[in-house]
């Protein structure tokens, strides 16, 4: 049995262009890393691997902080909390971009 470490956020630390962006990678056939259910997207992480510069900003930031605690894992959930702690905090967004 493994046990791993996951970073859980709520969708509106997201943009609606990295939502966009999660949900092609989702309907990509060779995709292994992001997955979504009704209500959250779960992406594995790899602390060596580069970032694409093609990747939406926030995403990436994300990932570099999921990282810099030593998670495998980002979930990025709709029903959970914003929180200021997360690297983009001061560019929050309302909940009106989700409706």
């Known amino acids: 049995m493994k046990v791993i470490k996951a970073l859980q956020v709520s969708t509106e630390e997201i943009s609606m262009h990295t939502a966009m962006f ?6 990509d056939k060779r995709n292994r ?3 979504y259910d009704r209500n959250n997207w779960l992406m594995k992480i790899n602390s060596g691997e580069k970032i694409p510069k093609t990747w939406p ?3 990436a930031a994300l990932i570099q902080h999921a990282v810099s605690r030593g998670c ?3 979930i990025i959930d709709t029903g959970d909390n914003i929180t200021d702690k997360l690297p983009n905090a001061k560019q929050k967004r309302s909940r009106s971009q989700w409706q």
């Open 22 to 27: 999660l949900n092609e990678m989702c309907s």
């Open 72 to 74: 495998n894992w980002i």
């Open 57 to 59: 900003k926030d995403l």
């Open 33 to 35: 890393r992001v997955t």
